[in-house]
């Protein structure tokens, strides 16, 4: 029972853990001063829905979708592919969700430089400003609105990682399926082609990922820019000249932060399904190379797998794309 377990799939930790490490290792420093925020709060109009909102909103949308598609097709290609590793690779995945979670939690209480960049600071932004009182102040299940929209996301598409990073494994894990005279079954095409679709879903669950924490990361700056419009209306040069260079440097921040996780999506995507579908390369071309000394198909072999490079890198093509969008506060 033991080795059908896919502990190899604890390695999507590995990317988390290098990300948080790294944010440790910065030197703390000011983003902006709170004098700077309630400025920028004061500038803010208290429309009831800011611009850009209901772009936000749909990605997040889109997101979860992208997310349930992606776990439904991991749990139904192990059932159809490895029925005999389908009770270990459900309740592993669902213990790792569940022990991510619980890690989370934990570490909350610890002041981690992690949490500061990528949620406090935020909390520090909205609270000055129109849109932080529903946001910041109202709660549900003991939860503010701004951490729903953080956590939900974030928590389907952990959950999204672990269920590809473990169904790739489980069904790698038993009988060879690229020995040469396998490769006309059906069962193992089959196969390789559903290995194939979770790596495709995933990074589509990343692409989502990046887009919607881009649009997260770049909220503030697109609602102060909106604010610093309406001081340009009223004549207030001196405040909007304060204004647009906190404007630049918070627009910097979520355009680093953007790029930051993007990366850090990419290495997710590379450890959770690239790793195994490299192993799968590196045995096909072994056994072309060891049956039939053929240095053409072991050529056509490599060039299909350093085809799926871009692939492992759309999460960074994404953020960066989104980037580039017409919104202003966005771009610069």
Not at 106 to 130: E, G, I, K, M, N
Not at 165 to 186: G, K, N, Q, V, W
Not at 289 to 313: C, H, P, V, W
């Amino acid at each position: 029972m033991i080795r059908r377990i896919p502990f190899g799939a604890m390695i999507i930790l590995v990317p988390v853990a290098l990300a948080v490490i790294a944010f440790e290792l910065l030197a703390p420093f000011n983003i902006a001063s709170q004098s700077d925020l309630a400025l920028a709060g004061g500038a803010i109009p208290s429309n009831p829905f800011p611009k850009n909102m209901l772009l936000f909103m749909g990605l997040q949308i889109v997101h979860v979708f992208v997310c349930t598609a992606s776990v439904t097709l991991s749990v139904r290609a192990v059932y159809e592919q490895n029925r005999v590793g389908f009770v270990p690779f459900l309740a592993f995945s669902v213990i790792m969700a569940f022990g991510i979670l619980s890690l989370f939690i934990l570490l909350r209480p610890y002041d981690l430089v992690a949490y500061f960049f990528t949620h406090d600071f935020f909390v520090c932004f909205y609270s000055q400003t129109p849109i932080g009182e529903y946001w910041v102040h109202t709660k549900l299940f003991g939860l503010t609105i701004l951490d729903l929209l953080v956590l939900t996301p974030t928590w389907l598409g952990v959950v999204a990682v672990i269920f590809a990073a473990t169904a790739s494994r489980t069904m790698l894990a038993y009988e060879p399926i690229y020995e040469p005279d396998e490769f006309e079954d059906a069962d193992d095409a089959a196969r390789l082609a559903l290995l194939k679709l979770i790596t495709y879903g995933l990074a589509a669950v990343l692409c989502s990922s990046a887009l919607t924490a881009t649009m997260y990361f770049h909220l503030p700056s697109i609602f102060l820019n909106q604010g610093i419009d309406s001081q340009m209306v009223q004549g207030a040069e001196t405040t909007s000249a304060i204004l647009t260079d906190l404007l630049e440097r918070i627009r910097q921040f979520g355009a680093d932060l953007s790029f930051y996780w993007s990366l850090i999506f990419s290495l997710t995507l590379i450890t959770a399904v690239g790793l195994p579908m490299l192993s799968v390369y590196v045995r096909q071309g072994s056994a072309t190379l060891r049956e039939d000394n053929d240095f053409g198909s072991l050529m056509q072999i490599g060039g299909s797998a350093l085809g799926k490079a871009t692939m492992y890198l759309s999460p960074v093509i994404a953020g960066v794309l989104t980037r580039s969008l017409s919104i202003p506060g966005l771009s610069s």
